[in-house]
């Protein structure tokens, strides 16, 4: 399984960014996928997470309104569109996925992306 972040960098607050993940290594269209955030010395936070054809998200109160989770099944990608950001929007973003085999779950983690929001 191999998750790869793109997308991140500088933004003025108020602007905007969209980060991709290719996924690759397993049935992309059969998982759940989220994105997680980390700040160094905190604990990573949950932002979204979004079903396997793309029908239902879940957004965290701090980003509800603003962010915008989707997935194109046909790439094996998944996109987090992020409007009007805000300096504690930054962090490291870090796509997500629970891959099921016959006798466990693994987890499997992208490097992540920076997003700094700064003016």
């Known amino acids: 399984v191999q998750l790869v972040e793109s997308g991140g960098g500088m933004a003025q607050p108020g602007g905007s960014l969209r980060l991709s993940c290719a996924a690759s290594?397993?049935?992309?269209?059969?998982?759940?996928m989220s994105w997680v955030r980390q700040v160094p010395g905190k604990g990573p936070e949950w932002v979204s997470v979004i079903n396997t054809d793309g029908s239902s998200s879940y957004y965290a109160d701090s980003v509800k309104g603003r962010f915008t989770i989707s997935r194109d099944n046909a790439k094996n990608t998944l996109y987090l569109q992020m409007n009007s950001l805000k300096p504690e929007d930054t962090a490291v973003y870090v796509c997500?996925?629970?891959?099921?085999?016959?006798?466990?779950?693994?987890?499997?983690w992208g490097q992540g992306t920076q997003v700094t929001v700064s003016s």
């Open positions: 997500h996925v629970e891959v099921h085999y016959t006798y466990s779950v693994r987890s499997f």
């Open positions: 290594g397993f049935t992309f269209s059969r998982y759940d």
